[in-house]
């Protein structure tokens, strides 16, 4: 039988690893010419993250868990490198000492997510599989953030002149920061006996958010890649943004099973 900590480990892998990889493409195109090192640096991770993603495919469910293990500790350390870049491009650029066409919330977005991914290996080779009850909120808040900042994202890189979709991106944006917003006062009013009735509800209500958000993602993408409307948003981009929206979906399932194993 597969230890369902090599399938987390792996599958988190395939996932946040592809996401790595694509965060070092966006930032070299948003860098200007004479940033060379920077943009070259940047180039370095895409081959690191192409070469975790060749490893990975060496690997299955029955693999040994030592070896995986050992597997998560490298890529580890690769998803701390990119942090570390990440940030370094960040400071540089709030200090003016470089200008570029990556928004800085846009650069400590993707750092949140390295940091993230970072964390879920260290998590795994600890042999947490999911995070207990009375954490899910705090991951919650970790998701409902990105998805706040995708409709900004959007809303900004969207032509102005397209109004009705500019406005729709607001207006995801508004909402997803008020569920970020009742989540940290749900995590701060949580009762300490029994949380579960509360996170069920909290779940139920963010699938749903999520859900409409990932169509509305999906649309984009399939019109900036036919061309039929005018933005800066990179074909890569559109289908990044959609696929975490599907990642989060998948890890509410992930939180309500969980919650139910454990009631039963």
Known sequence: MANPIVARSLDE????????KEHALFLSLGFTY????????????????????????????????NQVKAFNTEVYQAAAAIWSYKRKVLDLTLRC???????????????????????RLKELNKGVLVPKPDEVIQ???????????HAKFIGHLLDPSERKLVEQAREFSHDFDQLLFQAIDLDSMRPQSETKPLLSQFL?????????LRDFKK????LIEA????????????DHTFREAERFLEIIDLFEYSLNTSQS
């Open 97 to 119: 000492v470089i200008r570029t066409n990556n928004f800085p919330l846009l650069v400590d977005h993707i750092s949140r997510e390295a940091a993230y991914f970072a964390n």
């Open 34 to 65: 004479e940033q060379k090192q920077l943009i070259d640096e940047a180039r370095q991770f895409i081959t690191v993250f192409e070469r975790i993603e060749e490893k990975l495919s060496r690997f299955n469910v029955n693999s040994d868990l």
């Open 139 to 149: 991951e919650n808040v970790f998701f409902l953030r990105i998805m706040a900042d």
């Open 227 to 238: 061309c039929r409307i005018k933005s800066n948003i990179h074909p890569l981009l559109a």
């Open 204 to 212: 139920d209500q963010n699938k749903v958010s999520v859900a409409s």
């Open 219 to 222: 649309t984009a993408r399939e």
């Open 13 to 20: 892998i395939q996932f946040w690893s592809r996401i790595m």
